[in-house]
Structures are given as C-alpha cells and as structure tokens.
C-alpha cells in the first residue's frame, strides 16, 4: 500500500461514472479490476428527556464507515473541547498565573515572604475524553452488538426504512449513504478507485476519487494543507473535461492528524518507555539512523490498516462538512 489522495467531485452528473471509467481506460491505459463499495451511516444521542432532571447542552454524534471488514467510527462530543483546545488554555492559565505572581517592584507575589518554594500551578485535570474519539472496530457487526449491550441511546440521524418498526433507543443498522463505484490499476504504479455517492433514497451526492501511488507510503506535500502535486495531478487528469464542475480536494494536516491519532497514556506507560529507552541505551548493538528516528505514526500512516483509518476519516470528515451526513 502506498500514499493516497482523495478528491471530490461535488457536482457530478448521473454519467459521471461513465465519464471517468471511460477516461481512465481510454487515456490512462487503466484496467478495471473490481468493485469499490463503502458505506456510511450516522447516529445521534437520545440523552434529551430520558434522564430524570438531566438536559444535555448539546448532543453527541457518530459515524461509521464500514470498508472491507473494519468499521471506523468518530465520535463527536461538542460538550467537551478538542485536546488542542484544553492544552491551549492550561499554557494561557499557567502563563496567566506566572504574570499574576510577579509585582511591579519585582518581588514574586506568591512568595511575599520570601519562602524558597513558591505556592505551585494548580493541577487541572484532563476531561474523561476530548471532543472527538477515531475507533476501528471489527467484524462490521461489533458496533450494534457493543451498542446494544449497552444499551447505548443512539438513534439514525436520517431515519431509513430499515428502522421503521424498532424503538427508538435502538440504533439502526441500515445506512445512510453509501459509494458504489470501480477499482482500477494504471501500470503497476497506480490504484485508483471511483465511485457514486447515493443516499439510501437513490439520490446522488456526487462522487469520490482515490488516488494511491503504490511506490511511496510517506508523500509530503510542498504546502501545509495541500496535497501533493503527483497525486493531485493524477486525479485531476481523470476526470473528464466539464465545465462548471465543482472540485475540491480532500486534505488533514499533519497537527491534525497527530490531533486524531492521540491515545491517552495509561498509567505506568510512561515508566515502561524510559526503560525500554535505557535499555536501548545500554546495547552496544542497537543504534539509531534517521529513518528510525520518525514517528511510528508517521511512518506507518499509509500502511495496511492505518492507510485506510485516514482515508477512512477524510470521507467521513468531507461528507460531514458538506452536511450530507
């Protein structure tokens, strides 16, 4: 597996499809061989009026998109912050409070006696979770097994007939939206995948374009925010020449990608990674290059089942933006 863009043609005629499979094969020498098929649904809390004096401020969301036989799930949770946003304002507050504690003349207001051990920053604590929680979950059916033996109050945002008949605390397993499309190789270079978005009435939404250049699992970009011109240039060239077609390609920064990707430490996780560093430090026969000295998540971003987390979540993330999920 190799680095992938995505792009999406946001207006896309019913013949869309054609136009591009033709494209592919006619002038990129491509060949078809399979079928692409996700799909996407979305869940919303039911916390509002089923707890005895409790109203909530906002209501959570989820999204799952099934590929293959994984389901990635976000979870967005407006009521907390984002992990950027709380370490933000614990440096604002740590840097307000170091302000606070000098005084014009220069003495250390916190320490007006002139004691050695000023009173320290108050610990603030960490939220049980931050605003949005990235899952793999697997088989696709473990979702509703976890959501129905907890008894979890999520319904359909867009109710579908698969879940006319059930309760509403039940969470419906139809879904909402889904891509149906091709896979296509150019060369051995290239994977390509192209395909319809249709919303469970039939109605299209669009289309999705993958580009994965196979050779290279680490591709950076010239610009932050941008994705890289191989890629971008490739998909840009299989798509057919309409006017007025509405482009637009499907990028994360790295920051927010590190943002997505962060796991909370366990107790203890910190201690077990200084020794296994001693360790390391220790052995004459273990020594460090520059490849090694990458992140794992960096190295390992396009790479089995992490490259189709992010392309996972670019959907997910470009999908919710347009308000279609």
């Known amino acids: ?31 078809e061989r399979g079928r692409w098929s996700l799909s996407v649904r979305s869940l919303r809390s039911t916390f509002s009026g089923s707890i005895p004096n409790f109203q909530p401020t906002s209501e959570r969301a989820l999204c799952a998109l099934t590929m293959n036989n994984s389901v990635f799930v976000l979870i967005d949770d407006p009521a907390v912050p984002f992990r950027w946003e709380f370490t933000q304002s614990i440096a604002q507050a740590e840097a307000q409070y170091s302000a606070s ?44 097994q976890l959501l129905g033996q907890l008894r979890a109050r999520w319904t359909s945002t867009r109710q579908t007939s698969s879940s006319t008949g059930r309760g509403q605390n039940q969470p419906t397993s139809g879904h909402q939206l889904v891509i149906e499309g091709s896979i296509f190789t150019i060369g051995n270079d290239w994977l390509i995948k192209v395909g319809n978005v249709l919303l469970a009435g039939g109605a299209l939404k669009g289309m999705l374009l993958e580009a994965e250049y196979l050779p290279l699992t680490v591709l950076r970009p010239q610009h932050e925010n941008e994705a890289p011109e191989l890629v971008s240039n490739l998909l840009a060239s299989i798509l057919p020449n309409i006017p007025n077609a509405r482009t637009v390609a499907i990028t994360i920064s790295e920051a927010q990608w590190e943002e997505v990707l962060w796991k909370r430490s366990e107790p203890g996780d910190e201690e077990e990674k200084a020794e296994d560093q001693k360790m390391d430090d220790d052995d004459p026969y273990i020594f460090e290059n520059e ?14 089942i992490d490259r189709d987390r992010r392309s996972a979540f670019l959907i997910i993330a470009a999908l919710k933006n347009e308000g279609i999920l």
């Open 1 to 31: 597996m190799g680095f992938t863009g995505l792009a999406r043609w946001v207006n896309a005629p019913t013949t869309g499809l054609d136009l591009v499979k033709q494209n592919i094969q006619r002038n990129q020498g491509g060949i």
């Open 101 to 144: 504690a000098t005084v014009p003349d220069g003495s250390d207001a916190t320490n007006p006696q002139g004691q050695a051990n000023p009173p320290p920053f108050p610990h603030i604590p960490e939220p049980p979770h931050y605003r949005s929680t990235f899952l793999t979950v697997s088989p696709p059916n473990a979702l509703e």
């Open 291 to 304: 490849e090694d000295a990458m992140d794992n998540a960096e190295k390992d971003d396009w790479v089995g």
